[in-house]
Each structure stands twice: as C-alpha cells, then as structure tokens.
C-alpha cells in the first residue's frame, strides 16, 4: 500500500506537470534508456519542518519540459542552460504544491534555491520507497523522492 506521503508526491508531481507543462503521465515503471544524460534536481524547504525533495530525470525531459515551458516549437534546439533553468522552476514550483499539502498553509516555508547536477552513470532504481513517486512521461521516465529532516 502506498504511503500518505507518496501518494501527495505523485499528486502533485502528475498535477504540476499537467497544469504547468501541459505533459501527462503514461505510466510508473522504469525502462531501461541508454545514452541519456540523468540530472538530479534537489530543493531544501524549512519552516514547522523541513526536508529536501529530489528529482532524477534525464536530460531529454529537461528539453521536453523547456520547451513546453517556453513555448518553443518542437525540433528547435534548447540549450542546456534553457533545460536546467526549466526543471529548476519546475521543482520550485513542485515543492511549494508539495509543502502546502503534506503540510497545510499555518506555516511559512523558505525553500532553496534547486540545485541540478548531471549524474555521472544511470540511476539506481530503488522499487520507490515510502516517500517516492515514480512517473513515465512521454516514455521519460522520472522519480521524485522526499526526505524529511530528522527531528533534533
């Protein structure tokens, strides 16, 4: 059964991408996709609690999401920096939606700058875990992880 938590991750995850980028999920399991290019994009929110949520796609998503966010016709070439700055706004825009239904609107949240960093091999694929979403877009396959901060 799925968590309570990952259940919100996938909502949201799915509902961003619709209403923000117009791209809609095709399924949940991973395939194989050799030669790509992974990134993983990671943003930090802080308030009544904290945690960190963590976006592993690859770089063919990126493009797709630039585009979609952009404008750009498909087939125009987008540049890394265009790709990047997308799934940044892109995981700003998923951690407040993530933030303000896990956790309500009593509390402020700050929340990071994303970071993006390309991966050096292709993922591990966990089978998910109790704070993972996983989603097939457009046969990209992506993964949004939480990890809460520890309480002291």
């Known amino acids: 059964m799925q968590s309570q938590t990952t259940a919100t991750l ?3 995850l799915s509902d961003v991408l619709a209403d923000l980028a117009f791209m809609f999920c095709d399924g949940g399991e991973y395939t194989e996709q050799p030669g790509e290019t992974w990134l993983e994009t990671s943003i930090t929110y802080s308030g009544g609690v904290s945690g960190d949520l963590r976006l592993i796609c690859t770089r063919t998503f990126a493009e797709q999401l630039a585009e979609n966010l952009l404008g750009i016709e498909s087939g ?4 890394k920096q265009e790709s990047t700055d997308a799934v940044r706004e892109f995981m700003n825009v998923v951690c407040g939606q993530f933030v303000t239904a896990a956790h309500g609107t009593e509390d402020i949240f700050n929340l990071t700058i994303p970071t993006v960093t390309e991966l050096d091999d292709e993922p591990y694929v ?3 875990g109790d ?4 989603l097939s877009i457009d046969g990209q396959w992506l993964q949004l ?3 809460p901060t520890p309480k002291a």
């Open 10 to 12: 996938t909502t949201v």
């Open 76 to 79: 125009e070439e987008i540049s």
């Open 126 to 128: 966990e089978g998910g």
């Open 131 to 134: 704070e993972t979403a996983q």
């Open 145 to 147: 992880r939480h990890v």
